[in-house]
């Protein structure tokens, strides 16, 4: 079957990008007809372009405030009939039937109203029906109908009908169809989980079935590993959309790889913790430099002090905007790094990363609050769900259970640290001082051994310093080489029936421990 021209075409639109322009160039370079509906045939007739109201098609009127206008035999028969089927056309004929070969629909915009807070009577009258309807009967006869749902294919589709008399080729058309279904799947589904939201008898974050959209971003070289075949999608339907790495701005750099994009969030999701600026240094998932104080290029600096061998080739992330001065802090460093993620760079921060080339620098243009989101983790034929991670606990909350009480700078930096620990993976041991990792142990099966690894790396400096604890100590072994390497304040979050054991372990050390109750694992 040739490919057939476009004479007729059907436009309802709620996003009216380019629509004018569209219809403009449909008619005058190809004589086509317009046909539309509504708010659509009026901005389309305001241009002066032709349009023939839909009502004057179907011989009904738009009726019910709108709710019934295009589902109607004259267009959808128009739409659904097999161009090379005599009976189909026969039947088109005997009715009095024309064909439509392009359909141009997008659908009312029902997440943004639901997102907006409207009531639920609005959120229902912003379901679309008559568009997912003509855009289902068209794509399912992508083999004479064109449908098209997004204004940025509209200058693709008319430099294909200049370059095919006029027509659109059957590729085109299949994969324009396929992104019909694509759309209508995403929409239903956004629907049917507001719904269930709304009718469930209390608020639950989990429906019976989910639906998430996600739009390829990028196909990657590799997975973790070069074996391993990888790519990257989006999270359409996240509501912090406008601020996460899924979305930030790149500067400059190779593409991000697997494990880029890991590291990255990890760094970002660790920064977000922070009120004052701060820097967060992660290598292999684990920051190994974290810092806040009241200058962001230094606590870069004392970042790079915790572990200046492991931030090598690391990521870093801030929650301020990266200027010169912080670029001239790590070009001092001869710190190489694979990436930074922070909410903006400066012009001259750009401009002196250009020497490296190679590094990849990402902009999210601003700062969403941590936690309250759900996230995702597969498992082999599954898929974990949870809202996200997030110190929030009120400190007024907190209990102090040993005889020494933390002073107030104590509390300060047992505050701090506690934030940390969050970001580093169970069982978390993490020793900080003067708002600074000196020491971090974590991903051990045992809760000891963590802490030997961070007073090690901490050595001299783990005198006078604080220690956080992801979770509870269940022996007092782990609290003793803290102690024993001259902490003087803990915080975790208490739970343990050995809980005590360890307040005796720290009252016989005179050191303050804080029980917050609540537990940050990060598996």
Known sequence: MSNPQIKRVLMSVT???????????????????IISTGGTAKVIAEAGIPVTPIDDVTQFPEMMDGRVKTLHPKVHGGLLAKRNNPDHMAQAAEHGIEMIDMVVVNLYAFQKTVDSGADFATCIENIDIGGPSMLRSAAKNFESV??????????????????????????TRAALALAVFQTTAAYDGAIAAWMEQQLAEDEDRFPSQLTVKLTKRQGLRYGENPHQEAAFYARDDYKGAEHSLAHAVQHQGKELSYNNYLDLDAAWTAVREYTEPACVIVKHLTPCGVCECDDVTEAYKRAHECDPVSAYGGVMAFNRPV????VVAIFENKQFVEGIIAPEFSGDALEMYKAKKNARLLSTGGVNPAGSEVEFRSV?????????????????????????????????????????????????????????TVGAGGGQPNRVNSARIAVEQAGEKAHGAVAA?????????????????????????GGSIRDDEVIAAADEQGVAMVFTGHRHFRH
């Open 15 to 33: 996003d009216k990008t380019g629509v004018v322009d569209f219809a403009r160039s449909l008619v005058e370079e190809f004589g086509a007809e």
């Open 146 to 171: 064109a449908v098209v749902t997004d204004p940025a294919t509209y200058d693709a589709i008319l430099e294909e009908m200049r370059n095919n008399d006029g027509a659109t080729t059957k590729e």
């Open 323 to 326: 200027t010169s001065d912080t």
């Open 380 to 436: 082999e034929g599954g898929l974990l769900c949870q809202t996200s991670d997030a110190v929030a606990e009120d400190v007024a909350d907190f209990t102090i259970p040993t005889k020494r009480k933390p002073t107030e700078e104590e509390m300060a930096e047992l505050l701090f640290a506690w934030k940390a620990c969050k970001s580093v993976k169970s069982n978390a041991i993490l020793i900080a001082k003067d708002h600074a």
């Open 469 to 493: 604890s992801d979770a509870f100590f269940p022996f007092r072994d782990g609290f003793d080489v803290l102690a024993q390497a001259g902490v003087t304040a803990v915080i975790q979050p």
